[in-house]
């Protein structure tokens, strides 16, 4: 199994599931972490990554994390300080058309939303309420653009779109589809050589539907133009992501093994889960499981059944730990041993 990792976590494209699967891991086989300093859960975002944002990192006896996994904005050089040499690299893309409904929601916020009273709104003249120039510009335009590191308003010429595309295939082993995020999984764990318990998960960080809005075909395609540069890099890489299923695993091995996912996901449910799924945040009984709240998303969380055995517990627990009290966890303990 491969154990030395970047994963570049782009911007609400299910990458706190995936997040939980790399902490699993690497509890699970002692791995280190690059964790920005003083804990948090971001590499100074949205500055591009400097090996200096990483706990524990120093230039003249540098040390080599396991995985690097927290929020960044890509830089490779940097990235390669902190990370061995035969470190794989991967990412995860979006529907950019759900990526921005998403984003308007749980980034209400930031500079360019928070005046729109609605994604129509913002979108029937997005100059009006976005200014490249303000600190979180970013979260309104072309999000995994500028998440891989490039200008997010630069210009949307086939040259620029191919160099960019290069660009990504040149740092990146694989780029996940969270679409298909079953096969997803399955790719990352033929390509880490990786067991199927570690690569099973229950969705983290999921809005619930209620605060979903459907959009749109106007909607749809004013989303596209306005992030043309996102609106390229995902349909390429979702080309690629079949093309590899294809020359790799194959579709019909890859129905079974998306078939036993889903299978022992259910399992796992039937075993850890009250009530089987996810439930909304003021359902949620110990508050040590409830995600962040964020915007005017409403994010569900789980409920773990009563009376499990310790084994059994502490296996359901990690896989429903949202994300930033999973990194705190794993963060206190890394750093534990250092201190006399």
Known sequence: PKTDIVFLKVHKSASSTVMNVLFRFGETH???????????????????FLARFVQGFSPRSPQRFNILCHHMRFLQPEVQKVVSRSAVYFSILRNPVQLMESSFAYYKGT???SRARSLEEFLSQPYHYYNPADG?????????????????????SAERVQLMLKAIEASFDLLLISEYFDESMLLLKEMLCWDLDSVVSF????RDSSTKSP??????EKIKDWNRLDWEIYTHFN?????????????????????????????????CLQGMGSVAPKDIKDSSLRPLQHGNAKILGYNLKQGLDKETE???????????????????????QKRP
């Open 215 to 220: 959009l749109s075909d106007t909607i749809v």
């Open 314 to 336: 502490r296996m359901c627990r990690r896989l429903v730990t949202p994300e930033l009290q999973y990194s705190s966890a794993l963060y206190k303990k890394q750093f534990a």
């Open 111 to 113: 500079s360019a939303f």
């Open 30 to 48: 002692n791995l280190t972490f690059a964790f920005p300093m003083g804990g948090g859960n971001q590499l100074s975002y949205p500055h591009h």
């Open 203 to 206: 969705p983290l960080n999921i």
């Open 239 to 271: 080309r690629t992501f079949w093309e590899r299923i294809d020359r790799d695993i194959g579709r019909e091995r890859m129905q079974r093994e998306v078939k036993a996912r889903r299978e022992r996901q259910a399992e796992l449910a039937r075993t």
């Open 136 to 156: 979180d510009s970013h979260y309104a335009r072309n999000l995994m653009t500028f998440d891989f590191g490039f200008n997010p308003d630069g210009e949307v």
